[in-house]
């Protein structure tokens, strides 16, 4: 897990696909945070995004680095509403923290379950990693 917050931090931005009815929502988005053993996104509840999700929780992001390697993550986002977990995304984007306070109802912080990362280059085979 680390190695995929890893690789997401150094692309600095990827783009998370959810789906709006039956039409594909593709967005940037740049904050990844390891909490408690999890990977954490964040947006905002008052969002499209978070609607959709909250409607269907399956989602995939994308992000290809400066090498021209890419990672695919697939899963389900999990919301976790506690003070902690936002805290913790919070202090890894301290820029945030302008727009977004831990004990804002409006912050969300949604965890990944049951993810698959797959690993991709031109010239290598994909590689896996579940968690």
């Known amino acids: 897990m680390e190695e995929v917050k890893n690789f997401i931090k150094e692309c600095g ?7 709006e009815g039956d039409h594909p929502r593709v967005r940037p988005f740049g904050t990844i945070n ?3 053993g999890k990977l954490y996104i964040q947006t905002a509840k008052f969002k499209p995004v978070s609607k959709q999700i909250q409607m269907n929780p399956k989602v995939e992001l994308c992000a290809m680095n400066k090498s021209g390697k890419w ?6 986002l999990v919301c976790d509403d506690r003070v902690e977990a936002k805290a913790s995304m919070l202090e890894s984007y301290p820029d945030l923290k302008r727009m977004y306070s ?3 109802p409006n912050t969300e912080v949604l965890y990944f379950k049951n993810a698959t990362a797959t690993f991709y280059s031109f010239t290598d085979a994909p590689r896996v990693v579940k968690f």
């Open 71 to 76: 990672l695919r993550l697939a899963g389900t």
């Open 102 to 104: 831990a004990e804002d």
């Open 34 to 36: 390891v909490f408690e």
């Open 13 to 19: 931005a990827y783009f998370l696909s959810t789906i």
